[in-house]
């Protein structure tokens, strides 16, 4: 309690002091509160809460270079080039405002006087919740031609506000090392994790350069730089890689209205899926929202109209949204000073006004971009004709069969292997990858609660087909019968058969590749599955390491050193696993089926939609995103064949 001796007249100050401490406790007594989980998702979340602030710095326009790395030991360091956090002291604690910053919960944008702050994560908890959840954590600030620093444990004051320095530039440096006390299952960031996020975060604020470094293993550092000056132009060009483009041009607009940044980006390929992301606030509103709908509404009225005019359609020839909305790639931005997120995962923006203001800004440039270019503007239209008569015939030939879907009295000879129990709680599926592998589950498994799905090679590549086509795969469609959901219109998540869907592939590039392919279906298809939590990946091991008797697992080169380490006398015979077919079904069980052993981690939103672009990066034709993915996953890559 140095601290205090240090302020020996500030009575008021040991008031809020304990208020205070009060606060933080609370969020290491119940952290999930704060941060979802204490798993890798809610480590990984730390990082953002931090980011934001330095994002709202730079969209407060002050400054442009934020820069993320990891140091040995996990650590993780952030900085950005802005003003520098303030320091000047608080009139009623005497104490700097940085530090409340640190220290009280929900300080947030208190010192914060414009009013277009527009950060923030779903949680949106800010800096005193990380310092809560840190073993460590050290604030340097550059401002007045002076470097001051300020250092914390688990949310306490550890020093004071101390000059130490002159410097020349300004910006905040934020450094922590979070508690494993807290976050006992890993406390391992994963590179690819936060690099993807920061490569959105490029794309989504255009000019603002973002740094991402790896330097846990000094004699492999990792270092990724992105700065867009294109923004969301560049997003869909980024989507697009790999496919064929139907028009040249990327559509384009940004407008400001009643304080409401919008930013859109479009372009047609010659697949059927529509892909639409939209983001509020730098956050993917998965449940989309106002701003969805104004743009879909704004694409609709503008193609009709520009058909309607140039008689483009035959009489009896109508489109619908769906139908424009085929092989489109479009990326919908707002940047709100208030946004309401709502829905079940609250990620749908509820802000009425934001329907007509996007609607309106995004209308007047596709109005613009269609009389301007009109070549293209045939070819949309066209193509949207094509969905319509695809559509209705689809309907048509659904009505004489007199089938609802092809889901219906088609009895398969579905290769499920299915448990004892009917209480869909206590059930699991596995999704396995090959017959050797599916046989070896099999007989591992517990038959009471665990059933067997095993799928025979490559799954279908769902992005680039129609449903309809995607259901006359019989890989898929055991899928969904097994299931019991039902899937589009008809999809109830209440029929599920399980509520563990799990899948477990060989730990290789083919197997992570299956498994991103099984991810994609579920997002594009049955995303409630994964909103409700059902979908998990299994991890297998990917050492054995026998001395004797002494028989180890190692699910990471990590673990495998820690065994070698923690054993230095022994010599272990170790074998490399290079597929769940080389396991039998005791092994297969004890390591990556037995509920006490496993590990599973549940798959998220977010994970779905990287796995969903990273997919068409793996798939596309260019070898080079390819080659860098794998190297930058070099985990997977010992046993290659590319
Ligand atoms: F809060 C935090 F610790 F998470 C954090 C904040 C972490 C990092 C890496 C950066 C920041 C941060 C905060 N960067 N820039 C700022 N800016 C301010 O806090 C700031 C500076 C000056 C003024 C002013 O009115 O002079 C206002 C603000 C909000």
Redesign the pocket.
């Given at each position: 309690m140095e601290d205090e001796k240090l302020n020996p007249d500030a009575k008021e100050y040991d008031a809020s002091h304990i208020k205070v401490l009060k606060g933080l406790e609370g969020v290491r007594v119940r952290p999930g509160m704060y941060i979802g989980t204490t798993g890798a998702r809610g480590l990984h979340h730390l990082v953002w809460?931090?980011?934001?602030?330095?994002i709202?710095?730079a969209l407060?326009g002050?400054?442009n270079h934020?820069e993320v790395e990891i140091l040995p030991g996990d650590i993780i360091s952030?900085?950005?080039n802005?003003?520098?956090?303030?320091v000047d002291i608080h009139p009623d604690t005497k104490r700097p405002a940085v530090e409340a910053?640190?220290t009280v919960l929900h300080a947030g944008g208190k010192?914060?006087?414009?009013s277009y702050k527009v950060s923030g994560g779903l949680h949106g908890v800010?800096?005193s919740v990380?310092n809560a959840l840190s073993e460590w954590l050290e604030?340097t600030i550059h401002r007045n031609g002076k470097i001051y620093t300020e250092k914390f444990s688990r949310g306490i004051a550890t020093t004071d506000l101390i000059e130490n320095g002159v410097s020349d530039h300004t910006?905040?440096?934020?450094k922590f090392k979070a508690d494993p006390e807290i976050f006992t299952e890993t406390t391992v960031y994963d590179y690819e994790t936060l690099r993807a996020r920061i490569q959105q975060l490029a794309f989504l604020n255009k000019g603002l350069k973002l740094t991402i470094t790896d330097s846990r293993d000094p004699l492999n550092i990792i270092k990724n730089i992105y700065c867009y000056e294109g923004g969301l132009k560049e997003y869909v060009q980024f989507l697009n890689e790999g496919k064929k483009a139907v028009t040249q041009n990327i559509i384009y607009c940004e407008g400001e209205k009643q304080n409401i940044q919008v930013e859109i980006a479009l372009q047609y390929n010659e697949e059927f899926n529509s892909t639409i992301y939209s983001f509020t606030n730098n956050i993917h509103t998965h449940e989309g929202g106002s701003h969805e709908d104004g743009f879909k509404m704004a694409l609709l009225r503008c193609l009709k109209k520009y058909a309607d005019e140039n008689k483009i359609l035959k009489k009896d020839e109508e489109i619908t949204g769906e139908d424009v909305r085929e092989g489109l790639v479009a990326i919908v931005s707002v940047k709100h000073p208030d946004p309401q997120f709502e829905g079940q995962t609250k990620t749908k923006l509820g802000n009425t006004e934001v329907r007509g203001i996007v609607s309106q800004v995004f209308g007047e440039a596709l109005d613009r971009y269609l009389l301007e270019n009109p070549k293209e503007a045939k070819i949309i239209i066209e193509k949207g004709l094509l969905a319509s008569r695809a559509r209705i015939a689809a309907r048509k030939a659904r009505e004489a069969t007199r089938r609802k879907s092809p889901l219906d009295g088609l009895m398969l000879n579905s290769k499920l292997t299915d448990c004892r129990s009917k209480d869909p709680t206590l059930s699991e599926m596995y999704i396995v990858e090959g017959d050797s592998a599916g046989g070896s589950a099999k007989s591992g498994r517990d038959s009471e609660y665990q059933a067997i799905l095993p799928l025979r090679g490559k799954v279908l590549n769902v992005q680039k087909v129609r449903l309809e086509r995607a259901l006359s795969n019989n890989e898929i469609l055991s899928m969904i019968q097994a299931i019991g959901t039902g899937i589009g219109e008809e999809f109830d998540i209440t029929k599920a058969r399980y509520h563990k869907i799990i899948i477990m592939t060989d730990a290789d590039v083919d197997g992570e590749h299956i498994c991103i392919l099984l991810l994609t279906f579920f997002y594009r298809f049955m995303p409630q599955l994964i909103e409700n939590g059902y979908i998990y990946v299994a991890k297998p091991p990917l050492y054995r390491a026998q001395y004797g008797k002494m028989l180890k697992y190692a699910y990471s080169d990590e673990e495998l050193e820690i065994i070698k380490r923690t054993n230095p006398d022994k010599k272990f015979d170790i074998q490399r696993y290079k597929g769940l077919g080389e396991m039998d079904a005791s092994q297969l069980w004890e390591t990556t089926m037995d509920p006490a052993n496993r590990t599973l981690v549940q798959v998220h939103l977010e994970d779905a939609m990287i796995a969903d672009q990273t997919f068409e990066m793996l798939m596309g034709e260019e070898v080079e995103p390819r080659k860098k993915f794998i190297q930058e996953n070099a985990h997977y890559a010992n046993n290659l064949d590319i």
């Open positions: 809460e931090i980011v934001d602030n330095s709202d710095e407060a002050y400054a934020i952030v900085t950005d802005g003003r520098g956090m303030p910053i640190f010192f914060d006087n414009s800010g800096a990380v604030v910006g905040s440096i934020v």
